[in-house]
């Protein structure tokens, strides 16, 4: 059988809205024009993630070449190279990540920038495994670094199903390979269990209305299968409210019950809750920690660990308040605005 040639997508207009019609954003090495516009206007172009507080990370961590490190969050990779660059090709930086999609393509590309395994090992491992990683390589870091927000790639990519505001499957799992989608836990979960997840895990207001709703929908045999389904449930659950009062009331709550949705499937909580408890068994003397959080919750864990094992001697220091972004690093870029960073210094 002859084979078609199959003609990439293009742009449909001058602004392409389909996350797959942006093959421009999907190439940065060669529409480097492009992804300078888009950045420059505030966004972040299709398939990419701009790291956040980059400077105020390597101002604390003080990285000297010939250091052990290690990136608990690899994401898109933008940490990891700014760390790398300051080990000047002496010492080696280990590098965390659930998703076996991204963390893939990261791997490459850091390779081809130059970044191979003699100062680079990237592990397809849950950052709740630390102990595990210093285990195997026998090492113990005088680094770490943990990014605890989602990739902008993640979230603007429609088949990963982490936003409300392009239809897609309701999947949010950081690995879509293990475990339950967040589709599959709305066909099981209880009502005072959603009632729970909603206000425990994102302050939702309307925790109990929304979980009704879903309720309702279950009853009547209506799947909760996709993106929009699950923002027409939020929908119809606040239909009481004014209409004025209700465009963005439904914003904030699909934002919020999404989140809820997502840390839940991906027990994230527990998991910051087990890299916190053994975080002091992998680092070295003297060894800095820095955690970006995006939300209340993962900031309270992470404070009132830091407090408890500075109390008991372990960390030597600890930042007394949060450090956020400059009002410029989030005037470029709107996903920095929720970001929290604390710091802790392990004792000699």
């Not at 002859?2 to 954003?25: A, C, F, I, L, M």
């Not at 989140?259 to 916190?276: C, G, K, M, P, T």
């Not at 007394?320 to 929290?340: H, L, M, Y």
């Amino acid at each position: 059988m002859e084979n078609v040639h199959k003609r990439r997508v293009r742009y449909s207009g001058t602004h392409p809205k389909s996350y797959k019609e942006k093959y421009k954003e999907h190439n940065p090495e060669k529409y480097a024009d492009t992804i300078a516009k888009v950045i420059q206007k505030g966004s972040t172009p299709a398939g990419m993630h701009i790291s956040i507080m980059v400077k105020e990370i390597l101002d604390f961590l003080q990285i000297k070449p010939g250091q052990i490190g290690l990136d608990a969050t690899l994401g898109y990779g933008g940490h990891t190279k700014e760390m790398l660059n300051c080990l000047e090709g002496q010492g080696h930086i280990y590098a965390l990540d659930v998703d076996p999609i991204e963390s893939a393509k990261t791997r490459e590309r850091l390779e081809k920038q130059g970044y191979g395994e003699e100062i680079l090992t990237v592990r397809l491992q849950n950052f709740a495994d630390i102990d595990l990683v210093a285990e195997e390589t026998g090492k113990k870091f005088d680094f770490v670094l943990a990014d605890l927000g989602v990739s902008s790639m993640q979230i603007d990519n429609p088949d990963r199903g982490f936003s409300y505001k392009v239809d897609g499957p309701l999947d949010l799992r950081m690995n879509p390979q293990k475990g339950d989608s967040a589709a599959d836990r709305l066909k099981e979960v209880s009502f005072e269990e959603l009632v729970g997840m909603f206000t425990e895990n994102s302050d939702e207001p309307y925790a109990k209305e929304i979980a009704n709703k879903v309720m309702t929908w279950r009853k009547r045999g209506k799947a909760i299968e996709t993106t929009t389904q699950f923002k027409e449930v939020i929908e119809e659950a606040l239909c009481f409210l004014p209409e004025k009062e209700r465009k963005e009331a439904v914003k904030k709550s699909c934002q919020r019950c999404f989140q809820a949705l997502r840390i839940d499937v991906n027990s994230e909580f527990e998991v910051l809750y087990a890299f916190l408890e053994k975080l002091p068994k992998v680092l070295a003397p003297g060894a800095r920690v820095a955690i970006l959080t995006f939300h209340s919750g993962e900031d309270r864990l992470v404070k009132r660990s830091f407090k408890e094992l500075q109390k008991a001697g372990v960390y030597s220091e600890v930042s007394k308040d949060v450090i956020r972004p400059s009002a410029e690093e989030c005037a470029q870029n709107g996903r920095a605005k929720s970001t929290k960073m604390r710091w802790a210094i392990c004792a000699d």
